[in-house]
């Protein structure tokens, strides 16, 4: 780190003398004319210029919004315990947290310091244990210099922690409508939620807490209709499956049912019925490739001769010689 520290300081002295030398040089030869200034040092001095320029332009702009907010101050704030929930404990409201499901009553002095009437829209809460922030309604008027007494009921506050917002409308600056907002913090030995007023801030919105909210519920409420319908879909389509397969399976079990009463049909019944036909046995096949049929009571009649014209001769098989070795 001090290796470090000399060489930037070398860096900034050398520079430093670099341009002493320069300019001592421009006044020793009395030619200080911009027009013979080379074109580096042209380019720094634009560079400077535009430099200040912007710092100018930024503070102007950060002095106009500084001065089109309006200027607001909370004191005596608070939210107060009013009512535990019956199934909690005695103790639950003196743990390190607010109990879920309590009233509670907010009571606030919100002071105007602005020379022109403010108009309060509304307010609300939001603790560490809730997805939603808690809104109420709160029309009245703040006075130029002056101020008004904000009381509200609340309901289920649970967490340590929070924050407090209070949505205002002012007909001065480019912005319309603020939110003024306040940390909380959780006091158990007074069963409260402290507003710190000293650490306050005013901001410009373009939605209040209540459109922010409404936008959840629809939010919501389309994904619960869309998680239906896609649950009535799917439930529709395995009926559909359903049913397909069980059709299928009938039609396989009637073609089954018609392929074995088709066959029932052409199987010759003279050996069962006693009709006297014989059953009909295949014999076989002939030189030229045709299967010749004939009943089995015909085999008798036939004689040596016919027998030895229908089956080929079989040339007789010469018997294998088995030579064992001499020593086994």
């Known amino acids: 780190m001090v290796r470090f520290l000399e060489l930037a300081w070398d860096a900034i002295r050398n520079s430093v003398q670099a341009l ?11 030619t200080f004319d911009p027009r013979t200034w ?15 320029a912007l710092l100018a332009l930024v503070r102007r702009r950060r002095r106009g919004e500084a001065r089109s907010v309006p200027e607001m101050m909370i004191s005596h704030g608070e939210i107060a315990l009013v009512d535990a929930p019956a199934d909690a404990e005695p103790s639950a409201a003196y743990g390190a947290a607010a109990p879920a499901r309590a009233s509670h009553r907010l009571s606030l002095t919100l002071s105007n310091l602005n020379p022109w009437p403010v108009q309060l829209l509304e307010l609300a809460v939001r603790t560490r244990g809730l997805r939603q922030p808690v809104v ?3 029309g009245a008027v703040v006075p130029p210099n002056g101020a008004v007494d904000v009381v509200a009921e609340l ?3 649970p967490g340590d922690v929070g924050v407090v917002e209070l949505f205002i409308y002012s007909n001065r600056g480019a ?22 007023a000293l650490a306050t801030r005013v901001a410009p919105v373009g939605l209040l807490a209540s459109q922010e909210k409404r936008r959840r519920e629809r939010r919501s409420y389309q994904s619960a ?3 239906e319908r896609q649950k009535d879909l799917a439930e529709a389509t395995w009926r559909r499956a359903e049913e397909l397969t069980s059709r299928l399976r009938e039609r396989r079990a009637g073609a089954a049912d018609k392929h074995v009463t088709a066959l029932a049909s052409d199987q010759p019944s003279g ?3 006693g009709t006297g036909e014989a059953p009909v046995r295949p014999l076989y096949p002939a030189p030229n490739g045709v299967r010749r049929v004939e009943r089995a009571d015909d085999a008798p009649a036939r004689s040596g001769e016919e027998r030895s014209r229908e089956q080929p001769p079989q040339e007789p098989q010469e018997r294998r010689r088995l030579d064992f070795p001499d020593e086994f």
């Not at 002493?20 to 009395?30: D, I, Q």
């Not at 380019?43 to 430099?51: I, N, P």
């Not at 306040?182 to 069963?191: K, S, T």
């Open 175 to 196: 912005r319309r409508t603020y939110r003024l907002s306040a940390p909380l913090e959780w006091e158990p030995w007074d069963q409260r939620f402290r507003i710190r």
């Open 38 to 52: 080379p074109q580096p040092v042209w380019l720094v001095l634009a560079l400077l210029v535009l430099a200040v």
């Open 136 to 138: 109420a309604e709160a």
């Open 271 to 273: 050996g069962l019925s």
């Open 225 to 227: 209709k869309r998680r």
């Open 20 to 30: 002493a030398g320069w300019l001592t040089a421009l006044a020793e030869a009395g």
């Open 155 to 157: 309901f289920d506050l």
